[in-house]
């Protein structure tokens, strides 16, 4: 066997040399004085940088960033405090109401009803107009995509097969690389 | 991946899986103690990989807990076919990364000028066990080897830490660095070399 180059050391010290290459390196170990002393001297500096000590952690280092998280808000029962609060401060705003106005209990819930459902009535004309905004907007896509189609198609009349191909096989690259960018961001949303 | 401790080995590479992964999702529906319970078990080895890094103790304290808010952060995004801790020191090493692009350094040459001061290359580590005039020679090879580090280009320096101080295998480094494990391999041992001429060179 030849002299063992030092990359084949370090395996051989981290038993990463499969069982015949370490066979093979033993036999040479014990009849080369030169990769003997390699190996030594290789061996020694590996067993100095394990012997490196762990850096002190100061003791309150967890607490210290548990301060800097904030309160988790969506906690399982957020909801139900929420609308606990809500129709807390619903009876109580009711009843200062009532107390300062002087106007009647049953008034006061009738008038309460009316703006309810006066609100309900705004919100869903507001709805029904965004939805009727979407299905526009769709409606325009469609259209826009189908004409896109059709460019293509005579673009495609107008050019050698050979390039067309080659402009759609670009665009695909191109759609790939955008892709595999946004997927590196959103499921490896580590790096900031 | 070296222990938390430094000394004491993880039940076994599974059990510690589904704990971390049993912690992350206690930690996503707001248990903090689960959390506490993650940066008690990491936050040892991590502030060795960035103390290693930024060669100064403070710093890496700092870094250690903006590290571990990033992580906090993330964990929506964690997916338990990865490994925590390889996904943790991603995290790390993307943030150290970003320092070095910040600070326009990237990547510190072995041709540049260091203060050899104590202050800017010593690192405040604990004691070791006390036998007598050994123990003064034990440290001063061990401050060689750190000093000998810090001249290493910052990029081999992190694997060569990754490797032989936090012990993650290179099929783990690779993940991390997304590199080829060959070129990871190829790379710790260039620096194992760098590092011996390294500390030939200054004895």
Same mark, same amino acid.
């Given at each position: 066997m030849n002299c063992l180059r030092p990359p084949d050391i370090y395996l051989y010290l981290e038993n990463g040399l499969d069982p015949s290459a370490a066979r093979e390196a033993d036999e040479h170990l014990a009849l080369c004085p030169g990769c003997r002393s390699a190996f030594e001297e290789r061996r020694a500096l590996m067993d100095a940088v394990a012997g490196l000590p762990d850096l002190e952690v100061p003791p309150d280092l967890a607490g210290k960033i548990l301060a800097r998280i904030p309160p988790d @808000?969506?906690? @399982?029962f957020g909801w139900l405090v929420a609308f606990i609060i809500g129709l807390s401060s619903f009876f109580v705003g009711g009843l200062a109401y009532v107390i300062l106005t002087g106007q009647s209990l049953t008034g006061f819930l009738i008038d309460a009803n009316r703006s309810t459902w006066s609100a309900l009535r705004d919100t869903s004309m507001v709805f029904i107009k965004f939805a009727k905004l979407t299905v526009l907007g769709l409606d325009l896509l469609i259209r826009f995509i189908g004409e896109m189609g059709k460019g293509l198609a005579r673009f495609g009349v107008l050019i050698r097969p050979e390039v067309y191909a080659a402009c759609l096989l670009l665009f695909l690259v191109l759609a790939a690389l955008f892709v595999a960018g946004l997927r590196r961001m959103f499921l490896h949303g580590e790096k900031s | 991946m070296k222990t938390p401790s430094g000394n004491k080995p993880f039940p076994s590479d599974s059990v510690s899986r589904d704990e971390d992964n049993a912690l992350v999702r206690r930690a996503l529906k707001g248990d903090r103690k689960a959390f506490e319970m993650i940066i008690l078990k990491y936050q040892q080895p991590l502030l060795n990989y960035l103390g290693r890094m930024t060669g100064e103790r403070e710093m890496a304290l700092d870094f250690t807990q903006e590290v571990f808010l990033k992580v906090y952060a993330s964990l929506p995004s !964690?997916?338990?076919? !990865?490994k925590f801790s390889t996904w943790l020191f991603k995290i790390a090493s993307n943030f150290m990364i970003d320092f070095w692009r910040k600070k326009k350094i990237s990547a510190i040459s072995l041709d540049r000028t260091r203060d050899d001061g104590e202050n800017s290359t010593s690192l405040q580590v604990p004691d070791a066990e006390p036998p007598v005039a050994r123990r003064y020679e034990l440290a001063q090879i061990k401050k060689r080897i750190e000093r000998a580090l810090e001249r290493v280009p910052a990029d081999l320096r992190e694997l060569f830490v990754l490797r032989h101080?936090?012990? !993650?295998?290179y099929e783990e480094i690779a993940e991390i660095k997304g590199l080829p494990v060959g070129t990871v391999k190829n790379r710790v041992f260039q620096t194992n070399e760098m590092l011996r001429g390294l500390l030939e060179g200054s004895s």
């Amino acid at each position: 066997m030849n002299c063992l180059r030092p990359p084949d050391i370090y395996l051989y010290l981290e038993n990463g040399l499969d069982p015949s290459a370490a066979r093979e390196a033993d036999e040479h170990l014990a009849l080369c004085p030169g990769c003997r002393s390699a190996f030594e001297e290789r061996r020694a500096l590996m067993d100095a940088v394990a012997g490196l000590p762990d850096l002190e952690v100061p003791p309150d280092l967890a607490g210290k960033i548990l301060a800097r998280i904030p309160p988790d @808000r969506s906690s @399982r029962f957020g909801w139900l405090v929420a609308f606990i609060i809500g129709l807390s401060s619903f009876f109580v705003g009711g009843l200062a109401y009532v107390i300062l106005t002087g106007q009647s209990l049953t008034g006061f819930l009738i008038d309460a009803n009316r703006s309810t459902w006066s609100a309900l009535r705004d919100t869903s004309m507001v709805f029904i107009k965004f939805a009727k905004l979407t299905v526009l907007g769709l409606d325009l896509l469609i259209r826009f995509i189908g004409e896109m189609g059709k460019g293509l198609a005579r673009f495609g009349v107008l050019i050698r097969p050979e390039v067309y191909a080659a402009c759609l096989l670009l665009f695909l690259v191109l759609a790939a690389l955008f892709v595999a960018g946004l997927r590196r961001m959103f499921l490896h949303g580590e790096k900031s | 991946m070296k222990t938390p401790s430094g000394n004491k080995p993880f039940p076994s590479d599974s059990v510690s899986r589904d704990e971390d992964n049993a912690l992350v999702r206690r930690a996503l529906k707001g248990d903090r103690k689960a959390f506490e319970m993650i940066i008690l078990k990491y936050q040892q080895p991590l502030l060795n990989y960035l103390g290693r890094m930024t060669g100064e103790r403070e710093m890496a304290l700092d870094f250690t807990q903006e590290v571990f808010l990033k992580v906090y952060a993330s964990l929506p995004s !964690f997916q338990p076919r !990865f490994k925590f801790s390889t996904w943790l020191f991603k995290i790390a090493s993307n943030f150290m990364i970003d320092f070095w692009r910040k600070k326009k350094i990237s990547a510190i040459s072995l041709d540049r000028t260091r203060d050899d001061g104590e202050n800017s290359t010593s690192l405040q580590v604990p004691d070791a066990e006390p036998p007598v005039a050994r123990r003064y020679e034990l440290a001063q090879i061990k401050k060689r080897i750190e000093r000998a580090l810090e001249r290493v280009p910052a990029d081999l320096r992190e694997l060569f830490v990754l490797r032989h101080l936090n012990e !993650f295998s290179y099929e783990e480094i690779a993940e991390i660095k997304g590199l080829p494990v060959g070129t990871v391999k190829n790379r710790v041992f260039q620096t194992n070399e760098m590092l011996r001429g390294l500390l030939e060179g200054s004895s």
